[in-house]
């Protein structure tokens, strides 16, 4: 069964960072898409950021400029750094794989709560 982990969130004030991080099988990692989604309170989740396979970066404008998202092969992880946040950015995270190489099924993190007050 493949699982994927989110750790790293919290409840933070604006202005701060923070680093989410998501485990997952190392062969997921190279072989899928991975990518980060938020659900901010009463909205549809939404993808905004995701690397590719050939390690090419897509990204919402929203999040361009405040959000990196990087992996380290080493340790099977994706990493979401979020720098000076706003309480906008409240939210569900959630870690995902898909468009992975050789199967039709995408795999969900369980997502880990973002709280950002003034």
């Known amino acids: 069964q493949v699982r994927l982990e989110e750790s790293g969130g919290g409840s933070v004030q604006a202005g701060e960072s923070l680093k989410l991080a998501c485990t997952m099988p190392?062969?997921?990692?190279?072989?899928?898409?991975t990518a980060w989604y938020r659900q901010a309170p009463g909205m549809e989740r939404e993808l905004i950021l995701s690397?590719?396979?050939?390690?090419?970066?897509q990204y919402v404008q929203s999040v361009k400029g405040r959000f990196t998202i990087s992996q380290d092969k080493t340790r099977d992880t994706l990493f979401l750094q979020i720098d000076s946040l706003e309480i906008e950015d409240t939210g569900i995270y959630t870690c995902a794989a898909e468009r992975c190489w050789g199967t039709a099924t995408d795999y969900w993190g369980g997502g880990t709560q973002v709280t950002v007050s003034s």
């Open positions: 690397i590719n396979s050939d390690d090419s970066q």
């Open positions: 190392g062969y997921i990692l190279r072989y899928c898409r």
